[in-house]
């Protein structure tokens, strides 16, 4: 599917050339000539990034970054990429706090360009991709758990999903949650985006609770007439009154035995929250990849998103020492990149628990 490309740039030449050079590269370019025109645009477009100068008149880049990240919680992993004559470091801490995943110095180099947005399109496909396949494993394992129901107890049903990272919520023929799991437990508890009210799940306005609904309605009519697999799943984002990233749901329909009483289980609810952290079982990843103390260490830190001069900080070491173990992680376990490493460490839906 060709990629969308929202252009932001009010110097008419520039921001024509820049869309020359993007649509001779395949993308599907919007051009607008300042911030007002650029949130006109996004009420009817879903872009897949967004190049943006910062000094323009009216509406800055900092100002159209910003409406983005309030008004369209589902563009929350979109690669906002600035600009910009400003390249000096106050500058870039400056939007980096704003939220910008990326920095273009004017003049542009075009290659420069080209590259970079493939990059970040990448990186954005690959935590897509992540998440998808958690949700997948999440929903297989609990399939098989419920194929085996009748052959285990209750506890032990409890505690094998309590082992998910993902929220799980079962739900009866009433929408009612008859069970929730410990990180969907954890979730509700924060009650930032999904609450528990009258048994039912509700979103953190009408709007969210109505979509959620039906979804739930959509999956118990799949349900009741015995989907075929896939038959009646959905998802939807949930955004949250704190600003932090949305929580991901996924309903979907169980298969039921024609005698299942209302009570019982008719739909399961995924949630993945994006702001939780994975407990990193530090002596399993040590077994399974052959790690020395160090290389785990690192690892653990590197799943936590620390930076590689903090860590050689925090651990009391050289740089190049730090270099030498990340080497030695990519070799043991088969990556190249330090982003496919923390996505090694961290993309397993079944942990320890979670922070």
């Known amino acids: 599917m060709t990629k969308k490309i929202l252009c932001v740039e009010d110097e008419p030449g520039l921001r024509a050339d820049i869309a020359d050079?993007?649509?001779?590269?395949?993308?599907?370019?919007?051009?607008?000539?300042?911030?007002?025109?650029?949130?006109?645009?996004?009420?009817?477009?879903?872009?897949?990034?967004?190049?943006?100068?910062?000094?323009?008149?009216?509406?800055?880049?900092?100002?159209?970054?910003?409406?983005?990240?309030?008004?369209?919680?589902?563009?929350?992993?979109?690669?906002?990429?600035?600009?910009?004559?400003?390249?000096?470091?106050?500058?870039?801490?400056?939007?980096?706090?704003?939220?910008?995943?990326?920095?273009?110095?004017?003049?542009?180099?075009?290659?420069?360009?080209?590259?970079?947005?493939?990059?970040?399109?990448?990186?954005?496909?690959?935590?897509?991709?992540?998440?998808?396949?958690?949700?997948?494993?999440?929903?297989?394992?609990?399939?098989?758990?419920?194929?085996?129901?009748?052959?285990?107890?209750?506890?032990?049903?409890?505690?094998?999903?309590?082992?998910?990272?993902?929220?799980?919520?079962?739900?009866?023929?009433?929408?009612?949650?008859?069970?929730?799991?410990?990180?969907?437990?954890?979730?509700?508890?924060?009650?930032?985006?999904?609450?528990?009210?009258?048994?039912?799940?509700?979103?953190?306005?009408?709007?969210?609770?109505?979509?959620?609904?039906?979804?739930?309605?959509?999956?118990?009519?799949a349900a009741q007439r015995g989907a075929a697999p896939g038959d009646g799943e959905g998802g939807v984002a949930l955004p949250r009154p704190s600003g932090a990233r949305s929580l991901v749901t996924l309903v979907c329909p169980l298969q039921r035995p024609a005698d299942a009483g209302p009570d019982q289980p008719a739909v399961v609810v995924f949630v993945s929250d994006p702001e939780r952290k994975p407990r990193i079982p530090t002596d399993l990843l040590a077994r399974l990849y052959g790690l020395t103390p160090a290389e785990t260490r690192l690892a653990v830190a590197l799943a936590e998103g620390?930076?590689?001069?903090?860590?050689?900080?925090?651990?009391g070491v050289a740089r190049t020492t730090i270099a030498f173990h990340l080497r030695s992680l990519f070799r043991k376990t088969d990556t190249n990149r330090q982003a496919d490493l923390v996505a090694l460490f961290t993309g397993n839906p079944v942990t320890l628990g979670t922070e």
């Open 21 to 221: 050079e993007l649509r001779d590269a395949g993308y599907d370019v919007t051009e607008a000539g300042d911030g007002y025109a650029a949130l006109a645009a996004l009420e009817t477009l879903t872009p897949d990034i967004v190049l943006c100068d910062i000094t323009m008149p009216g509406l800055s880049g900092y100002d159209v970054l910003n409406e983005v990240r309030a008004r369209r919680p589902d563009l929350a992993d979109m690669p906002f990429v600035f600009l910009t004559a400003l390249a000096g470091r106050a500058d870039v801490i400056a939007g980096k706090r704003a939220g910008a995943d990326d920095y273009l110095t004017k003049p542009i180099d075009f290659d420069v360009m080209l590259a970079t947005i493939e990059s970040r399109l990448g990186q954005v496909e690959r935590m897509r991709e992540k998440q998808k396949s958690e949700t997948e494993k999440a929903q297989e394992a609990f399939e098989a758990l419920m194929e085996k129901s009748a052959r285990i107890t209750f506890e032990v049903a409890t505690e094998a999903f309590n082992r998910v990272s993902l929220g799980m919520f079962l739900l009866d023929s009433e929408r009612r949650v008859v069970f929730a799991n410990q990180t969907g437990r954890a979730i509700l508890d924060e009650q930032d985006g999904l609450l528990l009210s009258g048994g039912l799940l509700r979103g953190a306005t009408p709007k969210e609770t109505n979509q959620l609904k039906a979804l739930v309605d959509e999956a118990l009519a």
């Open 306 to 315: 620390q930076r590689l001069d903090e860590i050689a900080e925090n651990f």
